[in-house]
């Protein structure tokens, strides 16, 4: 930047193209540079080229600056995965094409404004941005941090019940850590967004990544569109049902139902759809889809088929030409085919033989015209002036670039595809206009033909099956006897495979049934099966007497366990035989109903038989268990009947509900015969059984000093009045106050329910009590200086239950007050528990003060006593850094009074605060000069004087 200084905001004023161009690669000089620096070389140099080459083939037509940069980004995507990027945000960052620059219209130069700031991912990043994992594992993120200062990390918006923690925390300046949250077990599935963030001294920064939670692979997708064996297809688009544990999904095309030939397949798939392309006319193609997921790859969905349609491809020759084409402009020529009346749609349209005489063919325009009025412009004014067209037009060709002159016949790309016509009918007329746009020029179209490629996607609606099965499916499965009526639709005209050709028809026996459906030129044909199963035969006896036995056999087909239903009950069958026991006398009928739904019946005539046996027995008992077999009546006599009889049978024991679990009603029921086998009656003793309350235990009760240790109690073995163990609901927590922060109560109250609804709680109450808590000894020290007696760090207390407690103060105590000099300083901190615990921690400073020294004894010589004056005291500072100001010098002389030779002292006194004195002295000798010397002296004063 210090040789070239251009930004983006220069091309404002530079020349065009040159100047403009030397503001770009000035940029794209410092990309080089900047991919050699972090990649080497030559690595970064092949990095660079790549990325602008790509950038150029990624570009919008018409590009502005803006859009250039994002095309090179877009090529770092594509090519290297985004690792380049912010390095690449840099570089045009510093030159003004940073994340807030705006190009404006990317026509004009004028209208941009330039930004160097950077994108917020490359100053905190989080990487990838989504993470699947499959519980119980972990997901871990890189986070970068490209900001000036260390960031302390954290997070928010991870899932209830996960741990996040981090690698390196904090993070320094271009320093990275990895961010990993565990404990995913204990997470619901689903996606969440993570919140991660960077807090420094001045700056906060965030960045969101994904988290996405499995426990499962996905199972298998639903395949929706086309329906399986759908016809006429033509390249279809495949979707399928989306998979809520899925994330991307993976498709197979293939020609066979073992897919060993495959045709197209896609991994990765964000969304439920995939477009088929270039398939096969008349061909059967198989697909199926699986999802995929953190947890892995799941099953493939059922395979689906579809078959393509039928393509024909028909080329017609215009018979309307040759065709005038008038020299003057504006000059319009038309010429016209028609194709025939077919069945189907467009699938390819292709220009051939187009043979024009003209001289300066670029004076033409030509467009094709469909029966339905779609216009395509096929030539548009190309190879400017050679002369004549000889061509042909294929939206498939290999080169949309024509020869000039466009005479050899060759097939290339037209000006406008000709795929426009796709999806419409190909029948009708066909027209080419030819549009001369220029004077002197005439010529002649010669010939022109249209090869059409059509498919015949007329599909029939299905048979509509309606029957008299006595079921509601109507699927065509009938008894013998029964009818089912069969309906076309969708046509013109039906032609059955019975020869009617009414719409609908009746049949009643069994056989594929076909139709063909003509609708105008398109037909088609469908079938549908009817199936008629003769009926079941039953045998067995017609009369019998009252409470026997009768053992009923049937055949049906297919045969079916448990197959009868009679008139009243249903009958317990084994391989079509049955037994039917319980019928009232008179006449009954037996109904026996194969698995077609086919029936066959029987009518029964049961005599009675007079006897008299005693009341049926009742009693209620509490539980099930006491519902025990009765004792039945014996030495039971018939009326009219001479012929002893033998005991009871039984008993047959009924359970309502079945099986009795908690209340309800048991039945045993005893049969009586006489001697002769002849049924005489049944006998019954039935159970109510009705459940009675059960009891709990005393509640239960305890002190303790924390709400921490108020858990969750051991519960009571509580069991049901008929001895079953009950199992309570959750408890119900208490708290009073709430929240329980300090001392109150705690009551978890479980609610025991036996199987009947008899519920009784049980309740366990805690006490919090705080206990005192207990400080550390106290501190002392020794300073020698007040200032020195500074705020001391008080220790960590906790509450008896371990909370941090934060102290108030320090009260600070002097003493004496002020504390000048020597005494002592106490800080006492009162550190108080939520109960009201309180207790005082200080630490006490003791000042004593220490001596202090002063200058070594100053002395000096002088010739006359006059020069013996005070000299200047020097600075003097106590222990503890105070100027001390001593007192005014006693001065002593010897001989006194010096009137010629003697020594003068000047002895001066510093005192401190606490009373501690040193003297400085400064001693004067005075000594005799000879009388020539000072007049010499004198005069050279005088001398210098005058």
Known sequence: MAINTATYDNIKTLSIPHGVGYVWCGMIWDLLWKMVDVHGNPAGINIAINLVNEGMRLQPCSPGFVDGRNAILAADVAMYGGANRCYIWEVFARRGLGFSANQGLSTSRSDGTQAFDLPPFCIFDVTPEVVSICKPNSAQYTVSNGTAETLTLSATGNPPGTVVSFLTNPVPTNGTSIMTIGNTAAAANGTYIITVTGTGISNTVTAMVTLIIQSNVPGAPTLVTPLNMAMNQINPLLTWSPQPESETYSIEVATDLGFSNIIASATGLTVNIFQTNNLMSNTTYYWRVRGVNGCGTGSYSPIFSFTTANIACITIASTDVPKTIAPDPPSTTLSILTFPNVCGIITDVNLRNLNITHSFVGDLNIELISPMGTVVRVFQQACGGSDNILINYDDEAASPTIPCPPTNNGFYIPFAALSAFDGQSPSGVWTLRILDEAPLDGGTLN????????????????????????????????????????????????????????????????????????????????????????????????????????????????????????????????????????????????????????????????????????????????????????????????????????????????????????????????????????????????????????????????????????????????????????????????????????????????????????????????????????????????????????????????????????????????????????????????????????????????????????????????????????????????????????????????????????????????????????????????????????????????????
């Open 447 to 946: 010939a022109w033909s249209l090869e059409l490629c059509y498919a015949n996607t007329f599909t029939p609606a299905p048979i509509v099956v309606t029957d008299n099965s006595g079921n509601t499916a109507n699927d065509g499965i009938l008894c013998q006897g029964g009818t089912a009526t069969l309906t076309a639709s969708g046509g013109t005209s039906y032609l059955w495979s019975t020869n009617e050709t009414t719409p609908a028809i009746s049949v009643n026996t069994s056989g594929m049934y076909s139709v063909t459906i003509t609708s105008g030129s398109c037909s088609g044909s469908v079938s549908t099966t009817i199936v008629v199963n003769p009926n079941p035969t039953i045998s067995g006896p017609t009369s019998v007497a009252v409470g026997a036995s009768i053992n009923i056999m049937g055949s049906g087909t297919p045969a079916m366990t448990n197959p009868y239903i009679s008139s009243n009950t249903l009958i317990a069958t084994v391989n079509n035989v049955g037994l039917v026991t319980g019928i009232a006398p008179g006449m009954t009928v037996i109904t026996y109903t194969d698995i077609n739904g086919c029936t066959s019946t029987r009518t029964i005539t049961v005599s009675a038989i007079t006897t008299s046996l005693p009341p049926n027995g009742t009693a209620n008992v509490a539980c099930p268990a006491l519902a025990i077999a009765p004792t039945p009546p014996i030495n039971i006599t018939p009326i009219n009947q001479t012929c002893p009889l033998v005991q009871p049978v039984g008993p047959t024991i009924t359970n309502n509900p079945n099986p009795i679990s908690c209340e309800g009603t048991r039945e045993y029921a005893y049969t009586y015969t006489d001697c002769a086998n002849n049924f005489i009656g049944t006998w019954t003793f039935t159970y109510t059984i009705e459940r009675q309350p059960f009891t709990l235990p005393a509640n239960g009760a305890a002190t303790v000093a924390c709400p921490a240790l108020a858990v969750a109690p051991t519960l009571p073995t509580v069991t049901s009045n008929c001895g079953e163990v009950l199992t309570p609901a959750a408890p119900v927590v208490t708290n009073v106050p709430n929240p329980l922060t300090c001392e109150g109560t705690r009551t978890y109250a479980y609610t025991y329910t036996d199987c009947e609804g008899n519920t009784a709680v049980w309740s366990f109450v805690y006490t919090v009590e705080r206990s005192p808590f207990t400080v550390p000894a106290n501190g002392n020290a020794t300073v020698a200086c007040p200032a020195l007696a500074v705020t001391p760090t008080p220790p960590a207390v906790s509450s008896n239950c371990g909370e941090v407690i934060t102290p108030t103060g320090p009260v600070i105590t002097n003493t004496p007050n002020p504390l000048t000099c020597e005494g002592t300083r106490t800080y006492a901190y009162t550190y108080t528990d939520c109960e009201g615990n309180f207790s005082v921690w200080s630490f006490v400073y003791t000042i004593e003060r220490n001596p202090f020294t002063v200058p070594a004894n100053g002395t000096a010589t002088v010739a006359c006593p006059a020069l013996a004056v005070a000299p200047t005291p020097p600075v003097v500072l106590s222990n503890c850094g105070e100027t001390l100001t001593p007192t005014s010098p006693v001065i002593t002389n010897v001989p006194n009074p010096i009137t010629c030779e003697g020594t003068r002292t000047y002895a001066y006194t510093y005192t401190d605060c606490e009373g501690k004195l040193l003297y400085w002295k400064f001693r004067l000798y005075c000594r005799k000069i000879t009388f020539h010397c000072t007049c010499k002296m004198v005069m050279h004063q005088w001398h210098v004087r005058l």
